[in-house]
């Protein structure tokens, strides 16, 4: 068997789409445009853009504001969030929310900007502690409603513009947790894969193999879910598909609008939860403030070897979807290897700065991290530091 095993044909992903799953998705290239109107329909005035530092000069970012005031409302900017966002941050940007009385955010950029947003909105007009919203815990009693959350991707790879899932980094422990509340939801999520076209070819690939990692680990993880296993591989197909594309031929919009289309829907697939290449990954950049989605790909490897004995049932799956010949899981973790190779991901966590000595710290942080309940083989501290020394020494 070989061949392209997904229904969206390339005229497809270049027509615009509206769609209402999970959250109202306005999807197609230059549709940055209509922000204007589309705040407006939602009621919206003042709407704080919340953004990285990393993208504050952008082009997009001055766009958007213009596009906002043109269509005669009130903005500002927020940009102090840094690649893994910590929780002095949000409290800055939660300030800046009610000092200048705005009624909205903006989450725009890559997913730290996404998850910066988010975490503000959680907090801006309600008096509780960032950390009342952490996973683990019973959902906190909101009195005031949250602010209108518009979300709008300029990578491919995190998937996190239709949730309020959120990745903040604990200053004081060093960890990072996950925050959310389930009412919360981003009012609209706009796809715009013009907006990707300027993102240098290696930032491509590192938020492209997280967009891969969240499809893999979600439906690696146990249990009955057939709308997000389904997400998870279709997301799979086009990210195999449009990746290597999308680096070797940035202006190529078909393959961005791919590799969004496969990066959303990889996204909502892991409501269903992800696996130990996160836990590591996000102890790992709560740490040593590594790029998540470069962290993540070379994690990767490791721990599918790790986790697919007894999973060939699922390694099939997703060989097929990869169009694979060979089902084998010795194949599937070439075919990934291939792609890691192929978009210049390096070889161990080592050559990203992160020493040896760390591995029993990450093990112990990333062992209490939510994504490691959801992996398909439960591990030990002593397994999960073997597996960060492997991947710190070489990963592949």
Known sequence: MSGRLFSITDEEIGEPQDWSFPVPIAYGAGRLAEIGAQCQALGVKAPLIVTDRGSRGLPFIARLKSLIEEAGMTTGIFSEISPNPRDDEIGAGRAVFRDNNHDAIIAIGGGSAMDGGKSICLTANNDIDLWAFEFEQPDPEITTPFPTLITIPTTAGTGAETESTAMITHVAKGMKFCIWHPQLKPSLALLDPELTAGLPANLTAWTGADAMTHAIEAFLVPGFHPLCDGLALEGLALINRWLPVAVAEPGNMTARGGMLVGSCLAGIAFMKG???????????????????????????????????????????????????????????????????????????????????????????????????????????????????????????
């Open 274 to 396: 992800l696996g130990l290449v996160h836990a590591i990954s996000h102890m790992v950049g709560a740490e040593y403030n590594t790029q998540h989605g470069l962290t993540n790909a070379i994690v990767l490897p490791v721990v599918l070897r790790y986790n697919l004995p007894g999973e060939e049932a699922k390694v099939i799956r997703m060989a097929q979807s990869m169009g694979l010949e060979d089902t084998s899981n010795e194949a599937f973790i070439a075919a990934v290897e291939a792609m890691l190779d192929a978009i210049a991901i390096p070889t161990s966590l080592a050559d990203i700065g992160v020493p040896a000595e760390c591995s029993q710290r990450i093990a112990e942080k990333a062992i209490q991290d939510s994504a490691a309940g959801t992996n398909p083989r439960q591990a030990t501290v002593a397994e999960i530091r073997e597996l960060t020394e492997t991947a710190i020494a070489r990963a592949r």
